[in-house]
């Protein structure tokens, strides 16, 4: 079966720490995105890549960081300095790197994030 | 500013009746449009998208969405709600230049029996 996974669903971290979110895709997919989902604001982009080694910060990258060493993983850091983290995590890929406008994307079940 | 806009928060429509959700967006370039939706706790499910071509584009679930270049909009309708269509509806844009893509703030959907 292909598609994304992303693990855990659910995650606590306590204030000051940083935290991995896992991303996973079989789809043999160049591209790879993070988004951040709150209540009433829609999406919005945290970091993209669109080939292995290389990535780009998207509308809110500060306080996460990310690494794309294989194709098919591209894993979130949500680091300390992110000061309101509580949220939910969707990840997506899609086929094309070069076209991030033009390329469907599809998208992981998601990460809660909840931060004590 | 560029814009992607859902005008509907929220609409509660009866099992059975036809649906409309409005997406309409701002930019001057030929627009790539998509629609997903998303259940409670889940990630976003592609119901259709327009590239170029006919613009009535079929989707799955029983969706259908018309692009009208002259209203800038990609609106979403089914002619018979099901209540497993409770959810929230996201409008997307692409644009070819610039590699943007640009979620609307969705529309969330309740059905009643």
């Not at chain 1, 292995?52 to 794309?68: L, T």
């Not at chain 2, 998303?38 to 990630?43: A, F, K, L």
Request: some cysteine; aromatic content about 14%.
């Amino acid at each position: 079966d292909g598609g994304i996974t992303q693990s855990p669903k659910y995650l606590f971290r306590k204030e000051g720490q940083n935290v991995t979110l896992s991303c996973e895709q079989n789809l043999n997919h160049d591209a790879m995105y993070w988004y951040r989902q709150d209540p009433g604001q829609g999406l919005r982009l945290i970091y993209y890549s669109q080939i292995v080694n290389d990535f780009q910060k998207g509308d809110i990258a500060e306080g996460y960081s990310v690494s794309r060493e294989k194709k098919e993983s591209f894993p979130l850091t949500v680091t300390s300095a992110q000061k309101n983290p509580t949220a939910f995590y969707l990840c997506a890929s899609s086929s094309k790197g070069g076209g991030r406008g033009t390329d469907t994307q599809y998208f992981g079940p998601g990460t809660r994030l909840t931060v004590l | 500013a560029q814009s992607v806009t859902q005008p509907d928060i929220h609409i509660t429509v009866s099992e059975g009746a036809s649906l409309e959700l409005r997406c309409n967006y701002s930019y001057g370039a030929t627009p790539y449009l998509f629609w997903y939706v998303q259940s409670p706790g889940q990630g976003l499910q592609l119901l259709l998208k327009y590239f170029s071509g006919d613009t009535l584009v079929q989707g799955i679930k029983g969706f259908e969405a018309e692009f009208k270049r002259s209203q800038s909009s990609f609106n979403l309708r089914k002619p018979s709600v099901h209540w497993s269509d409770a959810a929230e509806y996201f409008c997307a844009v692409g644009l070819n230049t610039g590699n943007q893509f640009y979620f609307g703030t969705g529309t969330s959907l309740t059905v009643i029996p």
